[in-house]
């Protein structure tokens, strides 16, 4: 940075939210230049909203342990509120966790302003899906660590840029795919690796359905927070508050119901990527070629109701094949999970709970010699372990990019309603350029790549 940072109080925010975004909300002077101690991890977090404040409170107890040690030490989003109610859980987190030498917490509006700051090693994304890309390539290219919530991106286009931008600048990143992180999942996918069913026939994936109606009703853009950047790479619409996130309760406290815009296209494709990018995450890792494969065909239908602002798919049935003959179907289903079926036998996994027939199998040990998969006992630890230590961490860009893949080309062919042809490796449609044209979208100036 070429000037020095003012500290803005929560009225500056308010006067200047509709300003330029180059502005921080507090950017501490003291800090900008200053260098972390070796044996400390500073940590950025972008996007404070309903995931986004998990996130960051996840990976703050996890820096706490002896052995990890890293602090959050910024967070950055454009509702003010959830900003600074960021802030204050840290401060309160490190009044009391470590007395005497709590770290000055930055707030800010633009994250390109956090990612300017030298001293900071990682961040953690947990905007809505259509800034993810923009942000976590912005984040690669200034050498910062990165967990980005999943789906990795909003299209297909994105992700390839994401995979390029991570591997030509070195960075470790991690997608927020945590069942990878969980036991049974992995126990699942080792028995299935194994030929513990003997050959594998069929992967079934259940995922929930979405619901409700978003009211169109609108109204001012509440004051504090800055909706046209919100909008970023999508285009300029009139603001409605149950097309964005519930505002403020009435004690100023941040709202995390669930939001809208986890029901719009412009911003999200529903559950075929809210679940299933964890749900197909666990079928390509028990399948294996989880980091450069996928289906080689796919097909199909979906309900789409008239449901106000809410547009995304209901119901659906979606079917496609593997080149060794594998069937992937995926549908509208309860409990969430993952089913594989082989010769042998059945494994159904969600979280919480797996099961097979014969039960036995579950009993079955892997030996030497087996494949064992990756093990991590909590997927914010892994993370920071790999930042520090530059190893891959469980659910690396890849992973995440292939496992996004298949969720985004059954979004494709829900709405061309064809059976479509897809080639992993050059990935892209076989002789539809229909199709291909789907895999991205025109950005909106200037949030383009």
Known sequence: MTTKPTKLSRRTFLQSSAGAMAVPLIAPSHLFGQRAPSNVLRIGAIGTGRMGTGDMQAVAKQGLIEGVDAHVVAVCDLDQTRAFAAKNWLDKLYKDKLPGAAPDVGVY?????????????????????????????????????????????????????????????????????QQRSDAKFRQACELVRNGRLGKLHRIHVYLPPDHGTGDPKQSPVPAGFDFDTWLGPTEKVPYAMEGVHPQSAADGKPNFSRPGWLQIRRYCLGMITGWGSHMNDIAQWGHGGDTDSGPVEIQATAEFPQRGLFDVHTQFKATGKYADGVELIQETGNPAGVRFTGERGTIFVQRGKIEADPAEILKEKIGDGETKLYVSGNHYRNWLECVRSKQEPICPVEVGHRSNTICVITDIAMRTGRKLQWDPKAEKFVGDDAANALLDYEHRAPWTL
Do not use: N
């Open 109 to 177: 509006r633009d994250f390109r302003e956090l990612l300017a700051r030298d001293d900071i090693d990682a961040v953690t994304i947990s905007t809505p899906e259509h800034w993810h890309a923009l942000c976590a390539i912005a984040a690669a290219k200034a050498k910062k660590g990165i967990y980005v919530q999943k789906p990795m991106t909003y299209s297909h286009r994105e992700g390839q840029l994401l995979v390029k931008a991570v591997r030509e600048s070195g960075v470790i990143l991690q997608v927020g795919s």
